[in-house]
Each structure stands twice: as structure tokens, then as C-alpha cells.
RNA sequence: GCCCUCGUGGUGAAAUUGGCAGACACGCCAGCUUUAGGAGCUGGUUCCGCAAGGAGUAGAGGUUCAAAUCCUCUCGAGGGCACCA
């Protein structure tokens, strides 16, 4: 008999399904049946290669493409090459190629991969965000942005990375370290290109109700926009007419306010620089603030550093009482108004810095209702209670007292957000050229659209500089140009945009990939958005699903795009660990190589083993073992439909087991349900109870129910299920036919083991009727020879009957 | 420190969402098959017990006729945020 060969069938299949002819996976933009866009997160082409965690999530991808095709929906599902940033650059300059030379080449590898593994993508609409013609409308989107205001140059205090040279959006520092190559990074003052997604931030955060995506997501996305309620106050400067502005969401404490702290960049401290007493030691902590490398800042999160600005004391608006103002670095110019009222009573960092200077703690809110005289506080109370030494409002519920406070001393209510504008320049090569020309005259030009895409030039030199430049600035002959207004000397801005820059949008251009006149085509892009399914890793969950929303919304406020939310639906895969449950790491020694797999066991099996190892959702150990199984399932399934080919002629068809097309039934309502609701490793297992019984049952199999297994194998092993499909006699590809129906009254049984318990434990069970009914069910079971014996002599007191399940006797 | 998620056999896991705990698979054990191949087939495999039976879903308590599932606390793992006033 001749054995399953997986290499021998996925290879001549693969030979069919090509990349430049494959009309079936080709999605038709003017097609009149339901649309279904679904898409995986683009790679970037490393020189690793594929990685089993790839495989995981394309898999997923790729077996509801596969399904909705055969639902008779028009399914798009596409693939590209996420090729600009730092993984592709830092690449090359570690193995000394230029990165256009380093992608192209990865590129072809990835895609080779991709194909042994027999992903059914519409290879017509491939991209690849360093193609010019591409980064053409990456650029026209920043143009956008740049004319809406969105887009502004300014100086601010930035995360600088010293070993990868360039700055970080926040988002991409993880614990103070870069989130590529683990370098501490630094904090350094620059003149940066930043785009306004605070003005966003509402409305990123009220929008994540309307989307079907994890809640961990939405919830990571929700903290770290960090809206927060609060009032503005100002409290007068003493003997001058200047105030200082404070944010607070705890007006209430306003009384209790027993100083100000003010951060180190506060202009104040500046324009009362004169009046300032100790203006020594004050320049002397601000020199130190200015200087201390975020290890030190982390180092110093316990214990407070600050100094008094002598001579300068403010109002308390509430209490009229004169406090002293500090500065400290504790206190963040770049968050509220720069200026803290510090109420150590009732915040533990201010109660840590009053204890640290020895200043006033005054209690104002109280936890109980009727005190006369409060013990003085071990730590801050921050919880809710009565207001306490706090003149008319005594006795009042704290959260009362807030609003009349903030009215009382003419504060402002507000809303601020820890979400910081996106820091967008790099100092790299390998990006999208930023398009924007700086003239003496007319000072910045926007690149006039027509001149777009403005070319990345090829340079020799492309490692970064170490400066606030890209190696770009040293090209003289592409810097220096002529205004676009005045035809005067001017320059290029020579910083290039993030790598998250080209993956903000690039499932727009999916739709119409080589559309010279528009970024996409409106009425596509109206049949199509939004993304249907989108499958990707979690890490990106405040990085790049953040940024794109923020541009799709841009894109729909100026009419480019119709829809409000780009992505419908989001699916996390989980990590796939090494065998020893640890993240797989190339230090580690633990990372499994798809290919090998695909060498051993073939593409169909490795599908399959990514999907039976558990919840898509959840991090899960890789177990080499564990693919073994898939593979004998696979074999076994050859092994019974070839032989049914050979026994054929012996059988007739008629002879059909009904419990078996009842299980074929039940199995496809159970794969079909599976697969919509992402749950393949359970439909995968069902799959392997119906073929258990199939092989039980080979006599009384029908070409019907052979052809019906391989149809619900297609989308999980489409090489092997195609091979069979055409054994069975079928000219046909599987991706052009239909997927099977299930009759719900053959997938229910007419009868039921009926669960039968005495106080709750499992004493009985016997076959019924579906449709019992209760009386019936209690003379039945009464009668029970084991349930006599459980119940003796005594009565029962209750009993619990579910329908078609359990009977359960109180005693 | 704060927030979120999760703890089920030797392993990956399943459990119609409050109704038979451990489906399916890996591994292991026994047997069969001249069988040297990560082969196939049959049976067994949560723990204690010869058995009847009992115990059992990290631990303790609670709600319920009934809890892996709901509630409270404790412990442990993973992830996120981290001076955001």
C-alpha cells in the first residue's frame, strides 16, 4: 500500500497554486456577494526567517479565508512586507549588506516559506512598505496630517537610544530600556517631528466600545490614554500678580494643601528667577535634574529630591494661608500644568516628600464620621470620607466637597490624559524620507504632493550618525534643493519617520495596490473596510493598533475613508513557548525552526499541530512530540480514504450506518461552529473522533461521507484534503466548492443517558427518551435498583430535574 | 506599588457556560504483528482501594439540590503600567 508522503503531495499542489497565476485566491473588487477581508499583521523580513509563532497566527488566518471562500463569501485576505525600520536596518549593518539588498532577500525567503505552507494569499495585491510607490502615499498621509495641524516640529525632551542612535516614540521604551535592543535609554532635549494623536484621545478611547477586540486590549489601550477628571486651580503668587496653575482630581484636598512643587522645566522658576533666595542651590538641582540618567531617576522613585525656591511663597485660594513652593523632579513638566499643590495627607508621593523636608501634613478628609480629634497619619489616607479642619465645609462627604471647592475658588474642570503626542522623526536611513523642505525664507515647505514620493537616495554610508541627524544630512546633493515657494536655497528634512509608520495604513492599500492617482480607490475601499478579522500578537497592543487607529481617524475626518474604526474584529494568537515553557530565544537554545518541522512532517501536519495545541488566545509550550500525533492522524486519514477508493468497487453504497451519519452530522455543526468562533483545536479533535469511528465502521463508509471528511479537513491540511479530494475522483479544487451543510435534527439524538443523582453525587445512569418528562423521569428512576439502595428507608424531599440531562433526588 | 489574566492527570488540553471532571492527543504500561521505522494494531492509564466505595480541578471558607465554573480571603504564575497628582 502506498504510504502518506506529505513532501510528494504538498510540493505538486504547491506547483499549482502559483503566486503569478492562482486565479482562486484572487479577490474581485467588483464581485456582488458578501465581502470578508480577513488579515494577518504583516512580517517584518528578518534574516530569521519564519517563525513557528508566524505560522501560528497565518494558520488561523488561512483556515478562515479558506472556510469563508467555501461559504460562498468573496474572501481578500493579503500579505506584505513591513521591510522599513530598525529590525530590517540593524540587520543589515550587522551583516554588512545594504537593507534594500538584506530585504529583497528576505523577502524572497519569507515568501518561499510562506508558500510551503501552503497559505492561499492574494499574491496580486503583495506590498511592501519600501517600495517608493508605496511610501509615495505614506508620505501623502503625513502631508495630510501636516496640513491639518496634526503634524508640528518642536523642541522636547526626548527618549534617546544609545545604542541604536536614534530617538523612541514612548510607546517603544519598555522599562526605561529601548524595546528593540534592551539599551537604557536617554533622556535628551531635541528638535523632533511629532504628530498630535492627544487630539485623538477622546475619541480613541470612546471608539474601543464599538470594536470586537479582547478586552485586554481595549483595557492596555484604555490605561495608557489614562484619561483623568480633574480641576484646574490657580493659587496667586504672593506680593505679585502671577499665578501658578495647578492640575488636581482631588480639589477636595485643596485644604490641606501645604505647599507647591513645581517641576524642574516650570517656566516660573526662570521669570521669579530674581526673587529667588537661594538661586545657588536652586540652579545646582536643576543642573543635576537635567543630567540625571533615567537610572538614577529609577533609583530615586522611593526616596525625594527637591529644593525650596526661598523667598517665593503662593496662596492657598482655599485656606488664604501663604505655602512655600519647592521644585522637584518628581513633579512631570510634561503631564497637567507642570505645577503640583502637594497634599501630603492624602498622596503618598507628596506624603513622602513632606516627610523627607519635614513639611506640614494637614489632614482634611476623614475615613470616620464623628471625630473630634484625628491621630496623626503613619501614611496617607487616599480613600474617600468627611471632610475634617476645613472651615464651613466640615462633615461633608469628600466628593461633595469637591465641586463646591473647585466653584468656590474659581477652578476649572478638566480632563487630562497621560497619552503624550507621538515623537515621529528618527535619525536613520532605512525609513520613509519625512516630506518636508526647510527654507530660510519661508521657513517649513511641505514637499507639493505631485513631487511625491520623495526617493530615499542610495547611499553608501547608512549607518546612523550619533547625531541629531540621519546619515541622510551628509548626501549634500539631496539635501540642498529649492523652495517649492520661493525657488531660494533650501533643505530636506533628513530625519526619516518610525517604522510604525508604513503599517499604519498598508490594509488600505491591499485594496487598490497600484492606484497612481489616489492612496485607495473610494469605492473599494467602501466595499471593503472595514478589516472583518485582523489576527496578530498582543505586543503590539498600544503600539501599532494605537497609531493606525489614530491615522484611520485622521483619514475619515478629511473624507479619504468611510468607515470610523479600521479594524472590526482582533484575534491575539498566544506565544508559542520553547519545550521548556520559557519564550523562545536564540540565547536560550530553544527555538523550533518551521522548516524542520515542515522536513519531518510536512506543512499539513505542522498547520494542524499549531492549531490541536490549544486556544489560539493562550501561551502554550512547544512539544515536538505533540506533532507526531498530527502527523498519524493525517496518515490515517489517507490510509482509510485510499483504501476506501480500493475497496470500492466491492461496496455498495447503500449500506450506511445511521449512527455514523449522525456523528458526520454533529461533526460538521461542530467544526463549522469551531471555526467561526476561532476554537480549532476543538474542531480539530472533533475531527478525530469522527475519523476514530469512521475506521471503526470502514465497511459501511459512502464516497458521500468520504468526501464530506475531506471537505472539513480543507481549510486545517488543504494539500492533503485537495490530494484525496482528486483520489476521490474530483477535478475540482476544493477552495471552488461548497462547504458542507449539517441537518440539525440528525445532529440531535431522539434518546440520552439521563444522569441520575441522589444529594448530588452520580449513582445511576440510563437511556431515555429525549423528551421525558419529569413524572415520567421520577417513575423511572425510583424504581432503579441503586437508587432503592441509596435511598433506604427515607423519603425524598426534592427533586431536580433538567430536562434531557439530570434527575437529581434530595433525600 | 497599582491594574489585568490565569492556576484542571506524568504532558498539551476538554467540559454544551452552574448539571457525568479529565473528551481529543502526547507520553507511559501490557499484548499482538520478523518489526530495526520517530512504524502499525488491540487494551489500559487522575489518585487511594482486590472490590464495594471514597477522594479529587493551587489552598481555605461561602452561596446552591448541584461549583473547575459564582462570591471572599490566601498562595503561585504570566502580562501590562509605573512618581500621570
Redesign the pocket.
Known sequence: MSMYNPKKIESKWQKRWTKENFEVWHADDKSKKRKMYVMDMFPYPSGEGLHVGHVEGYTASDIMSRYYRMRGLNVLHPMGWDAFGLPAENYAIKKKIHPKIVVEKNVKNFTKQLRRLGFGYDWQREINTTDPEYYRWTQWIFLQLLKQGLAYEAEVPVNWCPSCKTVLA??E???DKCDRCGTLVERKQLKQWVLKITAYAERLLEDLAVLDWP??VK??QK??I?R?E?AELEFPVADSNLKIK?????AD?LPGATYL?L?PEHSLITTLGARIINQSSVKDYLEKAKHKSELE??A???T??GVELKGITAINPYTQKEIPVWV????????????????PAH????F??AKEFGLPVAQVVSEKKDQQELPELTEAYVGDGVMFNAGDLNGLPNHIAKDRIIELVGGKKRI?????DWIFSRQRYWGEPIPVIKCEKCGVVPVPEKDLPVLLPRVKNYQPTGEAESPLAAIKKWVNVKCPTCEGPAKRETNTMPQWAGSCWYYLRYLDISNKEEMVDKAKEKYWMPVDVYIGG??H??LHLLYARFWHKVLFDIGAVSTKEPFQKLVNQG?ILGPD?Q?MSKSRGNVVNPDEMIE?FGADSLRLYEM????LE????W???????????L??IY?LVIGFKKAKEKLADSDKSVALDRLLHKTIKKVTEDIENF?F??A???M??L??EM??NKSQLSVVSCQLLVKLLAPFAPHLAQELWEQLGNETLLDNEVWPEFDEKLTEDSE??L?I?V?????D?VLVSKVITQKEAEELVLERE?VK?HLGKKKPK?I?F?PG??I?I?I
Do not use: C
Open positions: 514612548n510607546e521604551v519598555i522599562n478586552e485586554k483595557e492596555m490605561h495608557w489614562g483623568s480633574g495647578v492640575f488636581t482630581t482631588r484636598t512643587v517641576a531617576r529609577m530615586e522613585a522611593q525625594k529630591t522637584s523632579d518628581y513633579v512631570l513638566s510634561s503631564y497637567g500644568t507642570g505645577a503640583i499643590m502637594s497634599v498622596d503618598e508621593r507628596d513622602a516628600f487630562n490624559y497621560k497619552l503624550r498582543v505586543e497592543a498600544v506565544l515553557g519564550k519531518k490541536f495545541m490549544g486556544p493562550d501561551a502554550k509550550p512539544q515536538t512530540d505533540g506533532i507526531v500525533g498530527l502527523y498519524r492522524f496518515t490515517r490510509n476554537r483545536n476543538t480539530i479533535s472533533a478525530m473522533i475519523l476514530n475506521e471503526k440520552v443517558e444522569i443523582q444529594n448530588g453525587r452520580l449513582r445512569k441503586k439502595e426534592k431536580i433538567v440531562r439530570l437529581n434530595v
